[in-house]
C-alpha cells in the first residue's frame, strides 16, 4: 500500500521561509513523478512543483524563483523548499506520487487528475 506523509508546514510571516518533506512507502516506481500540490477552501487543488525520475522539474509560475522542489538521498523523499513566502501561499499542502506516463510531460505533471497517491496534507500559513 503506498503511503505519503508530509511534514513541515506551518505559520510564517510574510517574506519567510518553510521546507516541506514528503516520505513516501510501499511503492516500487521504476519510473515516477512526485508532486506538490496546494489546496484552499473552495477552491480547486492547485499543482505546484513536480520532480520525476528522469530529473525533469515544473513548477507553477506563481512559485518560479521562490520555491524549489528536490530529492532526498533517498529516492522516497521529495522536498519542497519556499522562500519568500506571501499571505497568497496559503494552503494546505499535499504531496502525490504515481507512475510516470507519456501524459506527464512539461506542465501536464501538474495536473493532480494525473495522480492516484496522496498524502494527509500540511497547512501552511503566511501572514502579512
Known amino acids: 500500500q503506498v503511503r505519503l506523509v508530509e511534514s513541515g508546514g506551518g505559520s510564517v510571516q510574510s517574506g519567510g521561509s518553510l521546507r516541506l518533506s514528503c516520505v513516501g512507502s510501499?511503492?516500487?516506481?521504476?519510473?515516477?513523478?512526485m508532486g506538490w500540490f496546494r489546496q484552499v477552501p473552495g477552491k480547486e487543488r492547485e499543482g505546484v512543483a513536480s520532480?520525476?525520475?528522469?530529473?525533469?522539474?515544473q513548477y507553477a509560475d506563481s512559485v518560479k524563483g521562490r520555491f524549489t522542489i528536490s530529492q532526498g538521498n533517498a529516492k522516497n523523499i521529495v522536498y519542497l523548499q519556499m522562500n519568500n513566502l506571501k499571505p497568497e501561499d496559503t494552503a494546505m499542502y499535499y504531496c502525490?506520487?504515481?507512475?510516470?506516463?507519456?501524459?506527464?510531460?512539461?506542465?501536464?505533471?501538474?495536473?493532480?487528475?494525473?495522480?492516484?497517491?496522496w498524502g494527509q496534507g500540511t497547512q501552511v500559513t503566511v501572514s502579512s
Open positions: 502525490a506520487a504515481d507512475t510516470l506516463t507519456p501524459s506527464m510531460t512539461a506542465i501536464q505533471a501538474l495536473r493532480a487528475h494525473l495522480y492516484n497517491h
Open positions: 520532480l520525476d525520475s528522469d530529473n525533469r522539474m
Open positions: 510501499g511503492y516500487t516506481y521504476g519510473s515516477y513523478c
